[in-house]
C-alpha cells in the first residue's frame, strides 16, 4: 500500500513538472525525415548520443497526432544523462522541455509509457542526424527553420 502511495506522489510531482516546462522555453522546430536502408559508413568515425524515451499522452485529431508529451533520457558522449519531460505541438512547429530527477524518469520508463524506445544519436557535419532505433530502423533527420536552408542528403545514403 506505502508503495503505491510513493508511486502516486511521485507522479502528482511529474505531473507538476510538466506543467511548469509549458511556460518555459519553448523553440519552433520543423524537421525532414528520411527512412534509410543502413548506417551512414560516416557514423563509424562519431560517437553517438545515447537517448531513451517515450510518450506520456498524445493528442489526436482523427488518426493524425497533433501534441504529445514524453519523458526522456539524453547522454551526450563522455557525459552524465540528462533527464527531461517535454511537449510537441506539431500544428505549431514548438516544443518545451524541462528537467526532471533521473529517478521520476525511471518510475515511468518503460513500463508507463507508449512506445519507448532507445536509440542511439549520430550528429553529422552536413547537419543531418542519424537515429538507429533497437529495433534496427534507421532515420535521417534535418531541423530547420525554412525549407530552403536544408543540406542535401548525401547521395550514397540509401533510402528505405
Known amino acids: 500500500m506505502e ?18 516546462s509549458l511556460g518555459g522555453d519553448v523553440h519552433k522546430e520543423k524537421e525532414k525525415r528520411v527512412d534509410l536502408l543502413e548506417l551512414p559508413k560516416e557514423c ?11 510518450v506520456l499522452k498524445e493528442v489526436k485529431k482523427g488518426d493524425r497526432v497533433i501534441a504529445y508529451a514524453r519523458v526522456r533520457m539524453k547522454q551526450e558522449p563522455d557525459q552524465l544523462p ?9 500544428s505549431k512547429n514548438e516544443e518545451s522541455e524541462g528537467k526532471i530527477s533521473e529517478e521520476t524518469f525511471n518510475l515511468w520508463y518503460p513500463k508507463y509509457l507508449e512506445r519507448p524506445q532507445s536509440k542511439k544519436r549520430y550528429k553529422m557535419d552536413n547537419g543531418w542526424t542519424i537515429d538507429l532505433k533497437e529495433d534496427g530502423k534507421i532515420t535521417a533527420e534535418y531541423e530547420y527553420k525554412n525549407p530552403d536552408d536544408i543540406e542535401k542528403m548525401p547521395t550514397e545514403w540509401k533510402k528505405a
Not at 502516486?8 to 506543467?19: C, T, V
Not at 563509424?44 to 517515450?54: F, H, M, R, T
Not at 540528462?82 to 506539431?90: A, E
Request: hydrophobic letters at 45%; a positive charge; glycine letters at 8%.
Open 3 to 20: 508503495s503505491n502511495i510513493l508511486l502516486f506522489m511521485s507522479r502528482l510531482s511529474f505531473l507538476e513538472k510538466l506543467a511548469e
Open 82 to 90: 540528462k533527464y527531461s519531460v517535454g511537449m510537441k505541438n506539431f
Open 44 to 54: 563509424s568515425g562519431i560517437k553517438p548520443i545515447l537517448i531513451k524515451q517515450g
